[in-house]
């Protein structure tokens, strides 16, 4: 099976290499977990190996996700314009305030089908591989019941798949639950399930990833330790001593 490396160190080699090409995937995790961090990762990473990529922010401004992502020494709007990395702006559409941003909605409000013709136009303007979708609970806001916000999930997956990139998706999972996301709708998504846990207790050691599935893949069942620092997230092995 072709695999798609991350490029984030430590994660790879606990699902044979790298993702299944092609498929989606579901980073789940409480706020402040490090889902947006990984994901971004996953872009950079992509460029850095000349694989485009593409990330739709649901969340957070396009303009904040540069700024912040400069701390890890990733300069997007470099990426942005060495046509590696695009940033589709579905974020302010619904304040009815017109983007700036390349790729965006107009300023009349929320539209679906607008939002998946900027996603696909920005994939096929730089033929991206890669592409993030962050998150699913900001897309369920612009909708007024779950029935609609699987079908909007579906079909982006849908699109998607067809369009041949392989999709990280940002969820959250109520971890009490037998859940895996929040709509029930996750679980179509997911041909593989990561799972970011903070504990908030400890030191360096209060952070956790673990792989809950991944299909077509013998992949690592450990709870392992995440490190966020100034070089982005790190996956160590369970019984490494990375605090040194
Ligand atoms: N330079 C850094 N060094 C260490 N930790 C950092 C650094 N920058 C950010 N962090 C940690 O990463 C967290 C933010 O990660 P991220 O934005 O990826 O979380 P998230 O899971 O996407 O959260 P949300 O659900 O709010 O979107 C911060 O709360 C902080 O704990
Ligand atoms: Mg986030």
């Given at each position: 099976?072709?695999?798609?490396?991350?490029?984030?160190?430590?994660?790879?080699?606990?699902i044979?290499?790298?993702?299944?090409?092609g498929?989606?995937?579901l980073?789940?995790?409480?706020?402040?977990?490090?889902?947006?961090?990984?994901?971004?990762?996953?872009?950079?990473?992509?460029?850095?190996?000349?694989?485009?990529?593409?990330?739709?922010?649901?969340?957070?401004?396009?303009?904040?996700?540069?700024?912040?992502?400069?701390?890890?020494?990733?300069n997007?709007?470099?990426?942005?314009?060495?046509?590696?990395?695009?940033?589709?702006?579905?974020?302010?559409?619904?304040?009815?305030?017109?983007?700036?941003?390349?790729?965006?909605l107009?300023?009349?409000?929320?539209?679906?089908?607008?939002?998946?013709?900027?996603?696909?136009?920005?994939?096929?303007?730089?033929?991206?591989?890669?592409?993030?979708?962050?998150?699913?609970?900001?897309?369920?806001?612009?909708?007024?019941?779950?029935?609609?916000?699987?079908?909007?999930?579906?079909?982006?997956?849908?699109?998607?798949?067809?369009?041949?990139?392989?999709?990280?998706?940002?969820?959250?999972?109520?971890?009490?639950?037998?859940?895996?996301g929040k709509?029930?709708?996750?679980?179509?998504?997911?041909?593989?399930?990561?799972?970011?846990?903070?504990?908030?207790?400890?030191?360096?050691?209060?952070?956790?990833?673990?792989?809950?599935?991944?299909?077509?893949?013998?992949?690592?069942e450990?709870?392992?330790?995440?490190?966020?620092?100034?070089?982005?997230?790190?996956?160590?092995?369970?019984e490494?001593?990375?605090?040194?």
């Amino acid at each position: 099976m072709n695999r798609v490396r991350t490029g984030i160190k430590g994660f790879d080699e606990l699902i044979e290499g790298g993702f299944p090409l092609g498929r989606s995937f579901l980073i789940s995790g409480g706020t402040g977990t490090g889902k947006t961090i990984f994901a971004t990762q996953y872009l950079v990473e992509g460029a850095k190996m000349n694989e485009p990529g593409v990330y739709l922010t649901l969340d957070e401004r396009p303009e904040l996700i540069r700024e912040d992502m400069l701390c890890f020494g990733w300069n997007i709007r470099e990426f942005e314009d060495n046509g590696l990395i695009k940033i589709v702006d579905g974020t302010i559409a619904k304040l009815g305030i017109p983007s700036d941003e390349e790729f965006s909605l107009p300023a009349t409000g929320f539209d679906l089908d607008k939002l998946l013709l900027e996603l696909m136009r920005a994939i096929k303007k730089i033929k991206a591989k890669r592409v993030v979708v962050d998150s699913i609970p900001a897309l369920g806001l612009n909708f007024e019941n779950e029935y609609d916000i699987r079908r909007a999930v579906l079909k982006m997956v849908y699109l998607l798949s067809r369009a041949g990139v392989t999709t990280i998706f940002t969820t959250e999972i109520n971890e009490d639950s037998k859940q895996i996301g929040k709509y029930g709708v996750e679980e179509f998504v997911a041909d593989g399930v990561i799972v970011l846990h903070y504990m908030g207790v400890g030191t360096q050691s209060n952070r956790t990833l673990h792989i809950r599935k991944m299909r077509a893949t013998k992949h690592s069942e450990d709870l392992h330790p995440l490190q966020i620092t100034s070089a982005g997230v790190t996956i160590h092995k369970v019984e490494e001593d990375y605090n040194v």
